[in-house]
């Protein structure tokens, strides 16, 4: 690690959509920046999910939804279920931080 915050999903006050985008567009093989709009309502939901109490699992279930309308068919379940842990992580510590 080069910089003092490189193992932060999110720094205090910094809002959390920028790095669940980023890490639900790599999970789904997407550009982060060229698919980032398209992928808002996800974002917004998966957001909304663990905010209100949702466990990975949960999660985990909603990105199989979202394959599923994005016509992906490739993931296999041990791949969801790290990339739904790690987007409830980006949440929880953006709670913890304080973000907006």
């Given at each position: 690690m080069t910089r003092r915050?490189?193992?932060?999903?999110?720094?205090?006050?910094?809002?959390?959509?920028?790095?669940l985008n980023r890490v639900?567009?790599?999970?789904?093989?997407?550009?982060?920046?060229?698919?980032?709009?398209?992928l808002g309502t996800y974002v917004s939901a998966i957001k909304g999910m663990v905010e209100a109490g949702s466990s990975s699992a949960d999660v985990a279930g909603?990105?199989?939804?979202?394959?599923?309308?994005?016509?992906?068919?490739d993931q296999d379940g041990r791949t969801r279920a790290l990339a739904s842990v790690a987007l409830w992580h980006v949440v929880q510590a953006a709670r913890v931080r304080g973000a907006p």
């Open positions: 915050d490189a193992g932060n999903w999110v720094d205090r006050g910094q809002p959390v959509e920028p790095e639900l567009a790599i999970y789904l093989q997407k550009d982060p920046v060229a698919d980032g709009p398209a909603y990105l199989r939804h979202a394959e599923r309308e994005l016509g992906i068919v």
